[in-house]
């Protein structure tokens, strides 16, 4: 039951109704029960013992944590050790046995070996594996820091791990910021209510209408590259950075509206990714939540280490200070952007495109900087001058368009293979003569598909002032009105749905 079909919809306005009618003390309650309801609707009824098990290890783990006396630091080291163990075990079994097998048949390949060296596993993966590991391990660390309150009620723990809304494609949580307003009493407020249905309408506006027509362009290049080389690559690269940005944006625009409606506030995930002036811009912009996961669990604890604490001494010592600190932040920048690429998903495109890649673009910018500048003095531009931060977003967009190539493409080799045919092939006319409409999208579908990218551009413009609904709520009441539902018939008059179609799964949802 995907969250843009008919039946998550009346299963949504049922959820709602009943919500805001039973006693307030069986609100969390009852969200549990539907989120329950909600995984095993989804066809995952024997794989909810996954997150089942992970939020019993963290229960577990967190009443032992809070047990030991701070004096037990071996003891209570071990307790965290376990409790990381069998959460980051389940994901390594169910999503990298394969990625592991897959390496290890490739280096034999290379060697001489013909055929396959291990045979791979299937394994049911369950929703939201990732996102709801990374939560609850969040959890269970900032317990061992006391910087979070332990959760002495399993259920209630375990309606912050299964939470359905974020279960689906996140935002990843922290508890100590986000975990007590899940038990929290919400009485209802007409205006959280109706703004949260107003971002509902925004996110399918973003999925059904954009990102499903992006997507019949980007398949059918993608599936045939070979017969679509040079422009058409670009082309489709370009459409696959916006159907990205559509497809996941538009799902936390749905989640956060659903969760608004219910008093529930979510962390933003986004925040206008494509007017970034640098990669590293651009990842503080994009899936918001899972880059401050990594700094705060991974990138900060790998710096603080005793290896990397003596690595930045010696080689302060060698090359300055200023560079051995920079070196150095370096190389644990690359254990960060290694499990970021990790993180989504078993596959060596995946490790590249959206994690080595972009660490090897943070650490180009960061060294090129200093000479750019000198470069720009020489010239007499201004450094934060329009033109200059135009190019800049336009370099970063290009950059990023590189990454979800590897992203979006079968293979490391397919994608090696797309960039040598979009390069070594001329042929700028097919934007010109219509061989674009032989992609999927017809005159019309097209002409659809640029006018809904130009109303997003132009309310990502305003969200760079603001709220855009903040400013909407300020207009008199007719034109809230016909705004909103201009928006709600755009998307039920051109949305990509009904008898005979199904929209696809959100993108992030497979991780």
């Not at 200023?322 to 644990?332: E, I, L, N, P």
């Not at 992609?439 to 659809?448: A, N």
Request: hydrophobic share 50%; charged share 15%.
């Amino acid at each position: 039951m995907g969250i843009t079909s008919f039946y998550f919809l009346c299963f949504f306005a049922a959820m709602l109704i009943l919500y805001y009618c039973i006693p307030k003390k069986f609100q969390w309650g009852f969200l549990l029960l539907c989120s329950v309801a909600y995984y095993l609707l989804t066809g995952n009824e024997l794989l909810i013992l996954y997150p089942i098990v992970s939020v019993s290890a963290c229960y577990v783990g967190g009443c032992m944590l809070v047990r030991l006396p701070a004096e037990k630091e071996k003891e209570r080291k071990l307790v965290l050790l376990m409790t990381i163990l069998v959460n980051i075990g389940i994901l390594v079994v169910l999503k990298y046995v394969n990625f592991g097998i897959y390496t290890i048949d490739g280096i034999a390949n290379l060697f001489g070996n013909s055929g396959t060296l291990i045979e791979t596993v299937d394994f049911l993966v369950p929703l939201g594996v990732s996102f709801y590991t990374f939560s609850l391990l969040g959890y269970v660390v900032d317990v061992y820091y006391g910087i979070a309150v332990p959760q002495k009620n399993y259920l209630k723990l375990m309606l912050y791990g299964m939470y359905f809304p974020a279960i689906i494609s996140g935002p990843i949580l922290k508890y100590r910021e986000h975990g007590e307003q899940f038990f929290a009493s919400h009485a209802f407020d007409y205006r959280q209510v109706t703004r949260g249905l107003q971002r509902m309408v925004w996110g399918f506006f973003k999925k059904l209408v954009i990102a499903e027509r992006l997507g019949m362009l980007v398949n059918t290049v993608y599936g045939q590259y070979a017969d679509y080389p040079g422009a058409y690559i670009w082309v489709a690269t370009i459409c696959y950075a916006f159907q990205l940005y559509t497809d996941f944006s538009g799902c936390m625009d749905i989640v956060l509206g659903l969760s608004e409606s219910f008093g529930i506030i979510l962390p933003e995930n986004f925040t206008t990714p494509f007017f970034a002036k640098s990669v590293a811009e651009y990842w503080r912009r994009w899936h918001i939540t899972l880059g401050v996961w990594m700094k705060d669990y991974v990138f900060y604890p790998v710096l603080r280490s005793r290896f990397f604490t003596n690595l930045n001494r010696s080689w302060k010592e060698r090359f300055g200070k200023k560079k051995g600190k920079q070196y150095a932040t370096f190389v644990a920048m690359f254990i960060l952007w290694l499990t970021v690429g990790i993180w989504h998903g078993g596959d060596w495109k995946f490790v590249i495109g959206s994690g080595l890649l972009h660490w090897f673009y943070i650490v180009m910018e960061e060294l090129l900087e200093p000479p750019c500048e000198k470069l720009m003095q020489r010239l007499h531009m201004d450094p934060n001058g329009k033109v200059v931060n135009v190019i800049r977003v336009l370099r970063t967009f290009f950059l990023v368009c590189i990454g979800d190539l590897f992203f979006r493409a079968a293979s490391v080799g397919d994608a090696f293979a797309m960039l040598k045919a979009a390069v070594t092939t001329w042929n700028p006319s097919v934007l010109w003569n219509g061989s674009l409409l032989q992609l999927g999208l017809d005159t019309m579908e097209m002409i659809i598909t640029i006018a809904s990218l130009l109303i997003l551009y132009g309310v990502s413009l305003l969200q760079q002032k603001g709220s855009v609904r903040d400013r909407i709520a300020e207009k008199s009441l007719p034109v809230r009105w016909i705004i909103w539902y201009a928006l709600l018939f755009y998307v039920i008059l051109l949305g990509c749905y009904g008898p005979g179609y199904s929209a696809s799964e959100f993108i992030y949802q497979g991780f």
